[in-house]
């Protein structure tokens, strides 16, 4: 053997070799193998998908929540003109009136001008309102959390100024809540969806990385190692592998979200921005959507870990079990 | 220290491997295991090595009788065991040195604390100037030696050794067998599994002969 004993032709040597040095102590599982580095691609791509799909439910929750609180903010008073009727004190009556039910914030009343521009889609500029019998409108503001009693605001409307119509938008109301409601269900049955996804994914990718490294849990055990002991290395070293992966794909989709962002601000008015806004909002996360993202990687991180806790500890459960069952003895390599 | 009493071991509904053992291994003791191919040598090294549990019949390790042992107590045990794997069981990513030190590293040990013992030892088995190599660029021998170095580095009571020369030339294999006999001296029990009869005849010491799953014992 080329590697025989030295101690002797050492020891007569007048000085003594320098002491070999040692490297520093690598961790007890490889830091970096294909299989990490495929499980750390694996879990960005998730990421990046689960916090993009956070985010555009987000603000697909925010544009039907704005729809709907728009809409449902105001309720409109409507006086149709009579012979016997004095328009202006009618407004002001009915405004008055309105205003006396709790639940009401504010009331205006439509001016001349302001009705006229109103009927300029229909009726052309210059329009002098005095020689139309066109009906005015009041407009008031309500409290959306206690809304006044509107059935009562009505009957009270009809028995002071018989043609006044109150319209609390009702059935626009109830129409865009409900596709409000539909909407949002849609997007949190698609976040539901891709998180389950993300998380069997990083369940399987997280199990199959491991796999690759379950002599290096046999050898642990066999030289002693308390299985908290095996589980806490492999944690540290899957949870590495998480964070890289799970920070990279949500700085992406904050990325994309800030760009998109970006570019509707920079190309405000022009129709294809006005199209992106009138269907999906304003690209804007706010606090809540990184919140979202840093919720989403500490989701992922502490998935990957426990998995790798969890499949480290069933391993050793199961040499251990073969142990106590010789028929399996086959499956345990020979000592 | 180890007490084994009418031992018996089938795998599944098989033919019983081992049968009706009784025998003891005693503190400080020295023997070789031997028998045929196919004899349940290393059957019997998993028993003692705590990895495996008798169909039937009792056996003490370390006054404690290993069917009452809880699973969370074994590694406690285990590591009062030296064993060397035939086929070594080596961690390719770590360096000589790294898997020699491995059994003080699990146990929670300093670097610092063992450091010298570690370069010690892999001098006195002849690996002083290979501790920074990995496994796959060793010979077979030179892993051999690394495996003996982790299964000794932590002093065991007992040491369990399957083949541990079959990859060595003789005189490794003599120099290997001075180091268990060494360690045997300073108070550790030895059990060498081997076919070697050479080996064998180089040493006065008990001998364990398996044959046909039934054990004699010459002293």
């Not at chain 2, 400080?28 to 003692?48: D, E, I, M, N, Y």
């Not at chain 2, 039937?56 to 009062?80: C, K, N, Q, V």
Request: glycine share 6%; proline share 6%; charged share 20%.
């Amino acid at each position: 053997m080329t590697d025989a004993p030295r101690e002797t032709t050492q020891e007569a040597q007048p000085a003594r070799r320098p002491e070999m040095k040692v490297r520093p102590t690598a961790p007890i599982v490889p830091p970096a193998n294909v299989s990490g580095n495929a499980l750390m691609l694996v879990i960005a791509i998730m990421a990046f998908l689960a916090c993009l799909t956070f985010g555009a439910v987000s603000m697909v929750r925010a544009t039907a929540a704005s729809w709907q609180s728009q809409i449902s903010r105001e309720i409109t008073i409507q006086i149709k003109p009579d012979d016997d009727l004095d328009m202006e004190k009618a407004l002001t009556e009915a405004r008055d009136l309105a205003l006396t039910f709790s639940g009401t914030r504010d009331g205006t009343i439509v001016d001349k001008a302001a009705t006229a521009r109103l009927l300029e889609p229909w009726l052309g500029e210059g329009l002098n309102i005095d020689e139309l019998p066109v009906p005015r409108l009041v407009i008031v503001t309500i409290d959306e959390q206690a809304p006044p009693d509107f059935s009562a605001m009505r009957a009270a409307l009809a028995e002071k100024i018989p043609t006044a119509f109150l319209d609390d938008h009702r059935t626009w109301v109830d129409r865009l809540v409900a596709m409000a409601r539909t909407t949002a269900f849609i997007g949190t049955g698609v976040l539901v969806l891709v998180f389950s996804a993300m998380v069997l994914t990083v369940i399987f990718a997280t199990r199959g990385a491991l796999s690759g490294n379950r002599h290096i849990v046999e050898v642990l055990h066999f030289v002693g190692a308390e299985a908290s002991f095996v589980a806490s290395e492999f944690q540290k070293h899957f949870l590495k592998i998480s964070l890289k992966g799970s920070v990279a794909g949500g700085f992406l989709a904050a990325l994309f979200f800030a760009v998109a962002g970006f570019w509707q601000g920079r190309s405000i008015a022009t129709p294809q921005s006005d199209q992106a806004t009138a269907l999906f909002g304003t690209f804007s996360m706010g606090a809540t959507g990184y919140l979202g993202i840093a919720g989403t990687i500490v989701v992922i991180a502490l998935l990957t870990t426990l998995t790798a806790r969890f499949t480290v500890m069933r391993t050793i459960h199961e040499i251990d079990q073969i142990r106590s069952d010789p028929s399996r003895t086959d499956q345990l390599p020979d000592p | 220290m180890i007490h084994f009493e009418n031992v018996g071991l089938r795998y599944g509904m098989g033919p019983e491997i081992l049968r009706d053992l009784t025998f003891d291994i005693p503190r400080r003791s020295f023997q070789f295991l031997t028998g045929p191919s196919g004899a349940g040598k290393t059957t019997l090294l998993r028993l003692l090595f705590l990895s495996l549990q008798p169909t039937r019949g009792i056996i003490r390790t370390f006054d404690r009788e290993i069917s009452a042992i809880p699973r969370d107590e074994l590694p406690m045990l285990r590591r009062r065991i030296g064993i060397v794997f035939q086929d070594f069981r080596l961690l390719d990513h770590l360096t000589t040195y790294e898997n020699v030190a491995l059994p003080l590293r699990v146990r929670g040990k300093e670097e610092s604390s063992y450091r010298a013992d570690v370069l010690e030892l892999l001098k006195w088995v002849g690996l002083g100037e290979r501790i920074n190599v990995l496994p796959p660029v060793l010979s077979g021998g030179e892993k051999q030696r690394a495996a003996i170095a982790r299964a000794l580095i932590d002093r065991p009571e007992l040491l369990l050794a399957d083949e541990p020369t079959g990859n060595v030339d003789p005189p490794m294999a003599r120099r290997l067998l001075s180091l268990f006999l060494e360690l045997n001296r300073l108070g550790t029990a030895v059990v060498i599994a081997t076919h070697d009869l050479s080996l064998m005849d180089q040493v006065e010491a008990r001998r364990m002969i398996l044959s046909q799953g039934r054990l004699d014992i010459y002293d």
